[in-house]
């Protein structure tokens, strides 16, 4: 009698834990983590018309969403958030600001702190050209080539121009040195180095072999000049018509040296 006892009490108990273990809630059964993806990027920020992206070392550019804090165009930082819905800004992830950190001088790449010059910082004048192909081209006084990122205020090609910003180590322009943009203004000033530097000639003549270091061009006058640019495919024997700016100081060696903003089939 008592063995039967000791049955049913253990079939009672047995039966009672399974109803508390059916009652419990699937949510405490299987818990789930709340919060989402956390996302931690450094790099160079770039602001570029509506959009804030950010680039970072790997060339990975992000899209970002919320208040910077007073970061600007060109500075390096770090950033902080969640993932975010995609936006047309970019074709990589976006991220949700909630955190934005400046890098410190003597850290990273060692650039200076958000809202200082610093290491990197450029000052250019030169005329906006249509040699770029991702960004906007600048064909410097110095017949070198940068392409720019941010905001342009309107600026167009044929656009003379000066432009200060910090040189980006990492970007997508694919040419010359590119700049993340902070101010930018017409200027139409000569240079500094004399009456001549930065002229604007026009010239029509024939491209010859005559060049060291650069392509040589000899006008219907008879003058040599060299050219610095793109020069559009043009080759040796080709007769054009030139548009360029005299630079001071050329590694060509030979003649007046030219930044050509443009060149076409001499009529």
């Known amino acids: 009698m008592k063995t039967t006892t000791r049955l049913h009490s253990v079939h009672a108990f047995a039966a009672l834990v399974l109803a508390l273990a059916l009652t419990v809630p699937a949510a405490a059964q299987a818990p789930k983590n709340p919060t989402k993806d956390q996302v931690k990027a450094t790099g160079t920020l ?41 936006t047309t800004c970019v074709q990589g992830a976006t991220i949700k600001v909630e955190k934005v950190e400046a890098e410190k001088a003597g850290e990273g790449h060692g650039t200076a702190p958000v809202g200082s010059p610093g290491h ?38 044929g656009d003379e ?5 910090t040189v980006v180590e990492v970007s997508t322009c694919q040419q010359g040195t590119t700049i993340a943009v902070q101010h930018i203004k017409a200027d139409k000033a000569k240079g500094d180095g004399g009456k001549d530097q930065g002229e604007l000639l026009r010239l029509t003549g024939t491209l010859t072999s005559e060049g060291v270091e650069c392509q040589a061009f000899r ?18 024997g080709d007769r054009v018509a030139v548009t360029g700016r005299v630079v001071q100081v050329s590694t060509c060696q030979q003649g007046t040296t030219l930044a050509v903003q443009s060149i076409k089939p001499a009529e």
Not at 61 to 72: E, K
């Open 46 to 86: 770039s602001i570029e018309g509506e959009c804030q992206v950010l680039t970072d070392d790997s060339g990975q550019r992000f899209a970002l969403v919320g208040d910077l804090g007073g970061a600007a165009n060109g500075d390096r930082v770090t950033v902080s958030g969640s993932v975010g819905e995609r």
């Open 120 to 157: 990197g910082t450029i000052n250019v004048r030169g005329t906006l050209t249509t040699e770029g192909v991702e960004c906007q081209a600048l064909r410097g006084d110095d017949g070198q080539l940068y392409t720019l990122t941010g905001d342009l205020q309107g600026f167009k090609a």
């Open 161 to 165: 121009v000066r432009v200060m910003g």
């Open 219 to 236: 006008s219907d006058k008879g003058a040599l000049f060299t050219l610095t640019g793109d020069l559009k495919g043009f080759k040796t």
